[in-house]
Protein backbone atom coordinates (compact mmCIF):
# COMPACT_ATOMS: atom_id res chain seq x y z
CA UNK A 1 0.00 0.00 0.00
CA UNK A 2 1.40 2.85 -1.05
CA UNK A 3 1.71 6.43 1.03
CA UNK A 4 -1.05 8.35 -0.69
CA UNK A 5 -3.44 5.12 0.30
CA UNK A 6 -2.51 5.51 3.84
CA UNK A 7 -2.88 9.24 4.05
CA UNK A 8 -6.38 8.73 2.57
CA UNK A 9 -7.30 6.14 5.20
CA UNK A 10 -5.74 8.41 7.46
CA UNK A 11 -7.19 11.24 6.53
CA UNK A 12 -10.77 9.11 6.56
CA UNK A 13 -10.07 8.17 10.63
CA UNK A 14 -9.90 11.78 11.09
CA UNK A 15 -13.10 12.99 9.72
CA UNK A 16 -14.78 10.50 11.18
CA UNK A 17 -13.28 11.45 14.78
CA UNK A 18 -14.17 15.06 14.56
CA UNK A 19 -17.50 14.53 13.24
CA UNK A 20 -17.83 12.16 16.76
CA UNK A 21 -16.44 14.99 18.50
CA UNK A 22 -18.87 17.71 17.24
CA UNK A 23 -21.53 15.38 17.90
CA UNK A 24 -20.84 14.92 21.55
CA UNK A 25 -19.72 18.86 22.11
CA UNK A 26 -23.30 19.80 20.06
CA UNK A 27 -25.22 17.13 22.78
CA UNK A 28 -23.64 18.69 25.51
CA UNK A 29 -25.01 22.22 24.68
CA UNK A 30 -28.11 21.11 23.62
CA UNK A 31 -28.95 19.09 27.01
CA UNK A 32 -27.49 21.80 29.35
CA UNK A 33 -29.81 24.27 30.61
CA UNK A 34 -28.98 27.53 30.51
CA UNK A 35 -31.18 30.83 31.47
CA UNK A 36 -32.62 31.31 28.44
CA UNK A 37 -33.79 27.69 27.67
CA UNK A 38 -34.12 26.76 31.77
CA UNK A 39 -35.67 23.64 30.66
CA UNK A 40 -34.38 19.89 30.71
CA UNK A 41 -34.59 17.45 27.42
CA UNK A 42 -37.08 14.81 27.36
CA UNK A 43 -36.51 11.56 28.29
CA UNK A 44 -36.99 10.06 24.63
CA UNK A 45 -35.15 13.12 22.82
CA UNK A 46 -31.49 11.85 25.19
CA UNK A 47 -32.14 8.71 24.86
CA UNK A 48 -32.30 9.27 20.78
CA UNK A 49 -29.19 11.73 20.86
CA UNK A 50 -27.23 8.69 23.17
CA UNK A 51 -27.47 5.90 20.64
CA UNK A 52 -26.46 8.28 17.66
CA UNK A 53 -23.43 9.00 19.94
CA UNK A 54 -23.31 5.08 20.92
CA UNK A 55 -23.95 4.41 16.98
CA UNK A 56 -20.97 7.00 15.88
CA UNK A 57 -18.48 5.54 18.50
CA UNK A 58 -18.97 2.14 17.58
CA UNK A 59 -18.11 2.54 13.69
CA UNK A 60 -15.12 4.46 14.80
CA UNK A 61 -13.69 1.94 17.18
CA UNK A 62 -14.34 -1.02 14.81
CA UNK A 63 -12.53 1.00 11.95
CA UNK A 64 -9.32 1.89 14.46
CA UNK A 65 -9.39 -1.55 16.19
CA UNK A 66 -9.69 -3.68 13.49
CA UNK A 67 -9.58 -2.35 9.76
CA UNK A 68 -6.76 0.29 10.30
CA UNK A 69 -5.37 -1.08 13.51
CA UNK A 70 -2.08 -2.84 11.35
CA UNK A 71 -1.48 1.08 9.26
CA UNK A 72 -2.18 2.44 12.59
CA UNK A 73 0.67 0.15 14.71
CA UNK A 74 3.43 0.87 11.96
CA UNK A 75 3.26 4.30 10.82
CA UNK A 76 3.72 7.72 11.92
CA UNK A 77 2.47 11.02 11.07
CA UNK A 78 4.79 14.22 11.03
CA UNK A 79 3.98 17.38 9.54
CA UNK A 80 6.13 18.24 6.25
CA UNK A 81 7.02 21.99 7.96
CA UNK A 82 7.44 23.59 10.58
CA UNK A 83 3.88 25.06 12.09
CA UNK A 84 3.93 29.00 11.90
CA UNK A 85 1.38 29.97 14.78
CA UNK A 86 1.98 29.51 18.45
CA UNK A 87 -1.28 27.44 19.08
CA UNK A 88 0.47 25.03 16.38
CA UNK A 89 3.35 24.48 17.54
CA UNK A 90 2.29 24.10 21.24
CA UNK A 91 0.20 21.17 19.98
CA UNK A 92 3.07 19.84 18.22
CA UNK A 93 4.82 19.51 21.16
CA UNK A 94 2.04 18.37 22.78
CA UNK A 95 1.55 15.46 20.32
CA UNK A 96 5.64 14.83 20.06
CA UNK A 97 5.85 14.81 23.72
CA UNK A 98 7.23 11.43 25.16
CA UNK A 99 6.70 12.53 28.76
CA UNK A 100 3.32 12.95 30.84
CA UNK A 101 2.90 16.42 31.81
CA UNK A 102 4.18 16.76 36.00
CA UNK A 103 0.58 16.76 37.49
CA UNK A 104 -0.28 13.43 35.21
CA UNK A 105 2.82 12.40 36.82
CA UNK A 106 1.96 12.92 40.47
CA UNK A 107 -1.81 11.43 39.65
CA UNK A 108 -0.49 7.70 38.17
CA UNK A 109 1.81 7.78 41.15
CA UNK A 110 -0.87 8.51 42.96
CA UNK A 111 -3.07 5.88 41.52
CA UNK A 112 -0.10 3.01 41.56
CA UNK A 113 -0.50 4.05 45.79
CA UNK A 114 -3.49 3.49 46.17
CA UNK A 115 -3.67 0.21 44.43
CA UNK A 116 -0.38 -1.38 46.35
CA UNK A 117 -2.42 0.15 49.54
CA UNK A 118 -5.08 -2.19 48.41
CA UNK A 119 -3.68 -5.21 47.31
CA UNK A 120 -1.74 -5.36 50.97
CA UNK A 121 -4.93 -4.83 52.20
CA UNK A 122 -6.75 -7.59 50.51
CA UNK A 123 -3.62 -9.40 51.10
CA UNK A 124 -4.12 -9.22 55.09
CA UNK A 125 -7.55 -9.98 54.78
CA UNK A 126 -7.07 -12.70 52.45
CA UNK A 127 -4.60 -14.52 55.18
CA UNK A 128 -6.94 -13.04 57.88
CA UNK A 129 -9.88 -15.59 56.18
CA UNK A 130 -7.29 -18.59 55.89
CA UNK A 131 -6.10 -18.20 59.47
CA UNK A 132 -10.13 -18.51 60.61
CA UNK A 133 -10.96 -20.88 58.08
CA UNK A 134 -7.80 -23.16 58.82
CA UNK A 135 -8.79 -22.70 62.68
CA UNK A 136 -12.73 -23.43 62.30
CA UNK A 137 -11.68 -26.23 60.84
CA UNK A 138 -9.12 -27.72 63.61
CA UNK A 139 -12.08 -26.98 65.55
CA UNK A 140 -14.71 -28.91 63.78
CA UNK A 141 -11.92 -32.03 63.26
CA UNK A 142 -11.20 -32.30 66.71
CA UNK A 143 -14.98 -32.10 67.55
CA UNK A 144 -15.47 -34.55 65.54
CA UNK A 145 -12.58 -36.91 66.51
CA UNK A 146 -13.78 -36.85 70.53
CA UNK A 147 -17.08 -37.96 69.48
CA UNK A 148 -15.95 -40.86 67.24
CA UNK A 149 -13.60 -41.74 70.21
CA UNK A 150 -16.32 -41.52 72.61
CA UNK A 151 -19.02 -43.79 70.23
CA UNK A 152 -16.15 -46.07 70.12
CA UNK A 153 -15.30 -46.34 74.11
CA UNK A 154 -19.27 -46.96 74.44
CA UNK A 155 -19.31 -49.52 71.73
CA UNK A 156 -16.21 -51.81 73.49
CA UNK A 157 -17.95 -51.40 76.19
CA UNK A 158 -21.28 -52.95 75.41
CA UNK A 159 -19.92 -55.69 73.96
CA UNK A 160 -17.50 -56.50 76.72
CA UNK A 161 -20.61 -56.52 79.07
CA UNK A 162 -22.21 -58.66 76.36
CA UNK A 163 -19.72 -61.15 76.49
CA UNK A 164 -19.62 -61.58 80.33
CA UNK A 165 -23.42 -61.86 80.43
CA UNK A 166 -23.43 -64.60 77.73
CA UNK A 167 -20.66 -66.63 79.08
CA UNK A 168 -22.04 -70.10 81.34
CA UNK A 169 -21.15 -70.31 85.35
CA UNK A 170 -18.66 -72.86 85.93
CA UNK A 171 -19.37 -75.36 89.09
CA UNK A 172 -16.54 -74.94 91.20
CA UNK A 173 -14.05 -77.92 92.12
CA UNK A 174 -12.92 -79.27 95.87
CA UNK A 175 -9.90 -77.95 97.04
CA UNK A 176 -9.67 -79.92 99.78
CA UNK A 177 -9.44 -83.78 101.47
CA UNK A 178 -13.00 -83.15 102.90
CA UNK A 179 -14.65 -81.52 100.33
CA UNK A 180 -13.22 -84.29 97.41
CA UNK A 181 -15.04 -87.58 97.54
CA UNK A 182 -14.89 -90.47 99.94
CA UNK A 183 -12.87 -93.13 99.05
CA UNK A 184 -13.73 -97.01 100.08
CA UNK A 185 -10.95 -97.99 102.56
CA UNK A 186 -9.88 -102.09 102.47
CA UNK A 187 -9.02 -103.84 105.22
CA UNK A 188 -5.52 -104.82 105.76
CA UNK A 189 -4.72 -109.23 104.89
CA UNK A 190 -2.48 -111.50 106.80
CA UNK A 191 0.21 -112.99 105.51
CA UNK A 192 -1.13 -116.47 106.76
CA UNK A 193 -4.79 -115.86 104.94
CA UNK A 194 -3.09 -115.07 101.64
CA UNK A 195 -0.85 -118.53 101.40
CA UNK A 196 -4.15 -120.75 102.84
CA UNK A 197 -6.06 -119.22 100.09
CA UNK A 198 -3.34 -120.14 97.22
CA UNK A 199 -3.04 -123.85 98.35
CA UNK A 200 -6.69 -124.96 99.65
CA UNK A 201 -8.99 -122.23 98.68
CA UNK A 202 -11.24 -119.38 100.83
CA UNK A 203 -11.22 -120.10 104.33
CA UNK A 204 -14.07 -120.58 106.42
Do not use: C
Not at 44 to 53: A, E, Q, R
Not at 77 to 103: D, F, M, Y
Not at 143 to 152: D, E, G, M, P, R
Amino acid sequence: MDDHSNIAELEMLRRQLQQLHESFSAVILETRPTPDNPTLVSWPDLLSKFNVLAAKYAVLNQAVSKKHAVLLREMAVAPKTRPSGIHEQNILSVLLRTKLAPEIEQEEEQIWADIEVEMQHDKKLDWMARADMHESLAITAMNSFLYLQKKHTETVDSLLQGMLEAEPQKKPTATSEEEAEPRTVERPVALEDVLAFTSTGARS
